[in-house]
């Protein structure tokens, strides 16, 4: 399997932009999670998805942070407007349960500069 | 409040040499405890997966530890190598799919 993939890897967008990040599960896992990682604030769980419906999504910041899984083979993750304190990396990861006892498997993540 | 603690933030070890990363947390209901790694520039790489009921697991060079009566949990490297070079995260769950992590160790392994 190819993993998690993820699009795009990098991304330099100006403040006030769209930004819309992509995500390709596993084949057969039913969980999905956006998270995010700064330096100061390291690894956060932004929304995890179970067969395709949104079950928390306590860790997405503010409004200006949506996403969605159409299916079970694509999710996004929406930021209108960007600012500046968006930038980070943004992981997608996905598991074949739950997520409480099986492995999660992430992607290489997706580099986001806001200027 | 839920936490995860983890020390050292970094850690600089010799290679062959072995070394212990600690992961302190408060997280309750406690479901499991995972170990990362993470290299600089990919995605975080399972390691070990402990439920309450595990001590200890091994993987390979990596064995982790679990104490849940003091809520600890150790990640000890054996006969480190350059390759074990990365960030170390440790993730405590929560009955719910509560998932918290700690900031990580860094560690590098200098020749």
């Known amino acids: 399997d190819a993993g998690v993939i993820q699009s795009p890897r990098h991304e330099v967008t100006e403040m006030g932009q769209e930004v819309t990040l992509r995500c390709k599960p596993i084949?057969?896992?039913?969980?999905l999670f956006w998270y995010r990682q700064t330096m100061m604030r390291g690894l956060e769980l932004l929304i995890y998805?179970?067969?395709?419906?949104?079950?928390?999504d306590s860790g997405m910041p503010e409004d200006r942070f949506s996403a969605k899984m159409p299916n079970a083979s694509f999710s996004t993750l929406k930021i209108q407007p960007s600012e500046p304190r968006d930038s980070a990396v943004y992981f997608c990861?996905?598991?074949?349960?739950?997520?409480?006892?099986?492995?999660?498997?992430f992607g290489e993540g997706s580099w986001l500069t806001v200027v | 409040k839920n936490q995860v603690e983890q020390s050292p933030q970094s850690l600089i070890i010799l290679e062959g040499k072995n070394c212990t990363l600690q992961?302190?947390?408060?997280?309750?209901?406690?479901?499991?405890l995972r170990w990362y790694k993470q290299d600089t520039g990919r995605g975080p790489v399972s390691l070990t997966i402990?439920?309450?009921?595990?001590n200890t697991k091994s993987n390979g060079r990596y064995t982790a530890t679990l104490d849940a009566d003091t809520k600890q949990s150790s990640l000890h490297i054996t006969a480190s190598q350059l390759s074990d070079s990365a960030s170390y995260i440790c993730?405590?769950?929560?009955?719910?799919?509560?998932?918290?992590f700690g900031t990580g160790t860094s560690l590098t392994v200098i020749p």
């Open positions: 990861a996905s598991s074949d349960f739950g997520g409480e006892w099986n492995t999660i498997y």
């Open positions: 998805f179970n067969n395709n419906v949104p079950i928390d």
């Open positions: 402990m439920t309450f009921s595990e």
């Open positions: 992961c302190n947390y408060t997280v309750s209901p406690f479901s499991n």
């Open positions: 084949s057969g896992h039913n969980s």
């Open positions: 993730v405590v769950s929560a009955y719910g799919n509560q998932f918290y």
